[in-house]
């Protein structure tokens, strides 16, 4: 498992947004973890 600042995960995580606030696409957010549960 990697580790990393949280200051710099959030810096990444705003960027991100913005960028897709941005663009204005459409976007589907998934739970990781429930899709592990639907592939079993």
Known sequence: MKVELVT?????ATRIL???HDSKE???ITDHEAMN???S
Request: proline share 7%.
């Open 18 to 20: 913005a960028d897709l």
């Open 8 to 12: 710099n995960l959030k810096r990444q």
């Open 37 to 39: 549960d639907l592939n």
């Open 26 to 28: 459409p976007v589907l």
